[in-house]
């Protein structure tokens, strides 16, 4: 089946804050996008209103996962009809297990309409995949056994990500910022898990931190958002060309949507 993410005139708030002006974008499955944007354009407030982050109000507009309306849903089902997003700063989960948190998500997210208490996927196979996923992206098994993101470094905690996505399989993923604080050597690693797991497989939006997370993953489309509006879309020349020389063209080609951002930060460091 040929799945398709649509977002129509998103206007999002957060508190009495307009964050999103109206931001029109499409993802078909198996295309990678890049999001980029200066500070304060609105990027991780475009990838947490999808999710269905209730601290982000839609004041306007419509999400559709396969043509059906997901606005009204909440995180939970979002994730289980095959949304998914890796944190900048994952919360930790103390005395809860990877592979116990990874065996009921999993389940879940392949089993939608599975009620609290119903089977699981049988350990033994769970268990042969789980492995398999750990080998693939170089960790060590007792990786497994540690609680959800607690006492993590860094890089273990991006590689984290990475391995619930592997073992997920969503029909979307977004990247928010999934090399921010990691070395070079950390973020191609990064880069190749993700392709490893088979970008055409799933749709990615990637809001990457530097240009090496791409490098194994060239966007069919880069759109920058300046704002809360995309201004710009293009190929991966785009990207290439905002890591080389930065947003001055770009603030200079839409001085309105510059000047918001702009004042969107303003009001953002007197809160």
């Known amino acids: ?42 990027k991780s407030t475009l990838g947490l209103s999808i999710m269905g982050h209730p601290g982000y109000e839609v004041t306007e507009g419509s999400i559709t996962l396969d043509g059906q309306e997901i606005l009204e849903t909440g995180p939970d089902r979002r994730a289980r009809a095959g949304l998914f997003m890796t944190f900048q ?104 898990s993700i392709a490893d797991i088979g970008r055409k497989k799933m749709g990615l939006l990637i809001i990457p931190h530097r240009d090496k997370l791409l490098v194994h993953n060239p966007p069919e489309y880069t759109h ?15 990207a290439e060309e905002i890591h080389e020389r930065g947003y001055d063209r770009i603030c200079q080609a839409y001085p309105d949507a510059a000047a918001t951002n702009q004042k969107m930060l303003t009001e953002e460091a007197t809160t």
């Open 1 to 42: 089946m040929h799945h398709v993410l649509q977002i129509e005139n998103l206007h999002v708030c957060v508190g009495d804050k307009p964050i999103l002006r109206g931001v029109n974008l499409i993802i078909n499955h198996g295309e990678t996008h890049a999001l980029m944007g200066p500070h304060g354009s609105g």
């Open 89 to 192: 700063r994952p919360t930790a989960i103390p005395g809860v297990k990877m592979a116990d948190f990874l065996r009921h998500a999993t389940t879940n997210v392949r089993n939608p309409d599975r009620k609290e208490g119903e089977e699981l996927i049988p350990m033994r196979e769970f268990r042969k995949e789980l492995r398999k996923k750990i080998a693939d992206l170089r960790m060590e098994d007792e990786f497994a056994r540690r609680y959800v993101s607690d006492d993590f470094f860094g890089g273990e905690t991006k590689r984290a990500e990475i391995l619930q996505m592997a073992m997920l399989q969503p029909k979307f993923a977004i990247l928010d910022e999934l090399d921010s604080g990691l070395d070079a050597d950390s973020v191609c690693l990064a880069s190749e």
């Open 224 to 238: 920058v958002m300046l704002g809360g509006k995309l201004v710009e879309t293009g190929g991966k020349e785009l």
